[in-house]
């Protein structure tokens, strides 16, 4: 291990708080730490997936709403494209 270790000891395991590593305490080959930019790439791509994961559960949520509401994704797609047609036209009409 690497200087800058976090390690610590939790029952038959290491964990490393900074890198987010663990491995079993009879590892003979425990990994290296990580190194700042291995790190905040991790850190990105967690939180990437959190928010895809969240996104997809507000869709989910909104769909079911919809659902509750009567009305089904045929209707709702049929607004959005008038909206966007409505946005459409406005924009041309200031580019006049």
């Known amino acids: 291990m690497k200087y ?3 390690a610590f000891q939790e029952s038959d395991q290491k964990r490393c708080p900074r890198c987010r590593l663990v491995w079993d305490m009879n590892d003979p080959e425990p990994p290296e730490c ?7 790439i991790n850190e990105v791509n967690r ?6 994961s969240v996104a997809v559960d507000e869709f989910a949520a909104g769909m079911r ?16 494209r008038e909206r ?3 946005n459409i036209t406005k924009l041309k009409e200031m580019l006049k």
């Open 34 to 40: 990580l190194g700042d930019t291995q790190i905040a």
């Open 65 to 80: 709403r919809i659902g509750k509401a009567g009305r089904g994704l045929a209707q709702v797609a049929k607004e959005q």
């Open 84 to 86: 966007n047609r409505l």
């Open 4 to 6: 800058g270790c976090e």
């Open 47 to 52: 939180a990437a997936r959190e928010l895809q």
